[in-house]
């Protein structure tokens, strides 16, 4: 068995790898090397031969100025996570962007963190915001981390869940959907409903705006109608 003097440097080098496609899913813009290797606390020539790495198999991408993004096999990658439950979502996250000029998206729970699985932004938009697939943030806040945590026990949560989150789950969960307001995203406003499914991670159905006439009993009775149709579609 090889001992840990071996493995350690392959190891540390795949975990880098992944940190920067982590990096690169959280940034709302593309990145330069000097930003990327600030982020993971590394020399820019050890970011560079990770980022060429990744480049090599079209995991990220550089553009003329050196910006780097995500690359297109991302992707096709992402596309094969949860394959039944993003193809029924789909169609769902897109009738509810164009019906409520919402960005929506399909979250679910990935260890103490939320991961938006699949994103959608409205045909004709006013003032939408970004969710891009990958984007992904702490359980503890946010509309979708409240819907999420409102279908698990108490024993499963985060031990450094916050003593006053408890109150905002249990509303969620006696009216069906969870609010937040500049949790995750300054200005940003989300309304999330959970979306149960046998045999699926914890997971829910939220839209991000910055202002509407609708209020947010109207919004979640429109994501429950499409949470209802999947839950159809998947669970029989």
Known sequence: MPDSATTSPASQTLSRGIRILEVLADAREPLM???IATRLGVHRSIAYRLLRT???HSLVSRDAAGAVSLGARMAALAAGVAHDLQAEALPE????ANDLGMTCFLAVLDGEECI???SVEPRHPVASVAQRPGARHPVTVGAPGKAILAQLSDGEWPREAPASLAADVDAARRRGYATSHDEVIPTVQAVAVPLVLRGQRPSAIAVLHVATDLDDAEIAARLQRSAAVIREALDG
């Not at 996250?93 to 509810?96: E, F, M, N, P, S």
């Open 54 to 56: 990744l480049e090599d």
């Open 93 to 96: 996250l897109t009738a509810i």
């Open 33 to 35: 090397i000097d930003e």
């Open 116 to 118: 938006t699985l699949a």
